[in-house]
C-alpha cells in the first residue's frame, strides 16, 4: 500500500509540474502555445491511469506473411537402373499465432511410370507456446490411377508441430479414417551445420495403425518405418542442391500385404535432388 501511495503521488506532482511549465510556455505565445494544453491533458491522463492502477497498451494490426518449401524433392535411384521421383513439401499463411498450412508428399514407383502414392493436407495452426503449433484439419491420399497405387482415402486430423529441445524439429500427428481406423505417424528431422552453406540432414518417420484397411497396405501395429540422411549445399537459403540416402520399410502385417502385391517389403535408395524454398 505503501509503494501504491507513492507512486500515485508521483504522478500528481508530475502533472502539477508540467502544468506550470505549459502555463509558462502559453504566456510567451508561438507553436508553445497550442502544444501546452494537448501535453498537460496527456500527462493527466497518465496520472489517471496511474492512480487507476491501469496501463496503456498500443494495439497493432496483425502482420500477415507466408512461405513455401520444397523439403523434398527427387529422384530416387534403387541401383537396378530404375528411377522413382519423391516429393514432400508444404506452404503456410497467416499470422505468428494463426496460420493455414497445405503439405503435400508423394512418389512415383520404383519405375516411374505411375503414382504409388500421393497426399495432401489442409491444416488450421494455432500457436500454442514458444515453438509448438497445435494443428486440425483434413487429410485426402490421391488414387490417379484406378488400377494402380493405393486407394482414395480422406481422413480427419489433429496434431503437433514444433521444435523440440536440441531444435529437433517434430511432428506428431494422429488420422482418423472414414472406417474409423485410427493412424498415427510420428517424425523427427534435425539440421546439422557442418558449414554456413553445408548442412547434413537426418530424418526418422513411424507409421502406426490401430486395425487393418488392406487396400492400403496398413496393418494393425506399426506398418511403416522411413528413416534417411541428405546433406545439402545452400547457394542461397531458397535454393539448395543435395544428395542422399534413403530406406523405407513396412513391418510385421503390412510387409505380407506388400508381398502379396508381388514387391519387396523394404526398399533403399540413392537420391539426389534440390530443396527450395521461397
Given at each position: ?19 506550470a ?22 500527462t ?7 492512480a ?79 515453438y ?27 496434431g ?43 530424418e526418422v ?22 528413416a ?12 539448395a ?19 502379396n502385391?508381388?514387391?519387396?517389403p ?13
Open positions: 500500500m505503501t509503494c501504491e501511495r507513492l507512486t500515485r503521488a508521483a504522478a500528481v506532482l508530475a502533472a502539477v509540474v508540467l502544468s511549465t505549459a502555463a509558462t510556455a502559453q504566456s510567451g505565445g508561438g507553436h508553445a502555445m497550442h502544444a501546452a494544453p494537448a501535453a498537460v491533458a496527456s493527466q491522463d497518465a496520472a489517471a491511469m496511474v487507476s492502477g491501469s496501463e496503456a497498451h498500443p494495439v497493432h494490426a496483425p502482420i500477415y506473411f507466408g512461405a513455401v518449401l520444397l523439403d523434398q524433392n527427387e529422384i530416387r535411384s534403387t541401383g537396378r537402373g530404375n528411377l522413382a521421383y519423391a516429393w514432400e513439401g508444404s506452404a503456410f499463411y497467416g499470422t505468428s499465432h494463426d496460420r493455414v498450412w497445405v503439405n503435400t508428399r508423394g512418389e512415383t514407383s520404383a519405375e516411374g511410370e505411375r503414382l504409388e502414392r500421393a497426399e495432401v493436407e489442409l491444416l488450421y495452426s494455432h500457436l500454442l507456446g514458444y509448438w503449433d497445435i494443428q486440425a484439419g483434413v487429410r485426402h491420399d490421391v488414387r490417379v490411377d484406378p488400377r494402380e497405387g493405393t486407394p482414395a482415402r480422406s481422413y480427419g486430423v489433429i503437433l508441430q514444433g521444435l523440440a529441445p536440441g531444435f529437433f524439429e517434430v511432428q506428431l500427428h494422429g488420422f482418423v479414417s472414414q472406417e474409423g481406423i485410427f493412424l498415427a505417424r510420428a517424425s523427427a528431422s534435425y539440421d546439422l551445420l557442418i558449414t554456413n552453406r553445408l548442412v547434413l540432414q537426418p518417420e513411424l507409421n502406426v495403425s490401430s486395425g487393418w484397411d488392406r487396400d492400403a497396405l496398413i496393418a494393425p501395429g506399426l506398418y511403416r518405418v522411413e534417411g540422411i541428405r546433406l545439402r549445399y545452400e547457394i542461397t537459403r531458397e535454393f542442391p543435395y544428395i542422399g540416402f534413403s530406406y523405407e520399410r513396412y513391418t510385421g502385417g503390412a510387409s505380407g500385404l506388400v508381398r502385391h508381388g514387391e519387396k523394404g526398399r533403399a535408395a540413392v537420391v539426389a535432388g534440390i530443396r527450395l524454398f521461397f
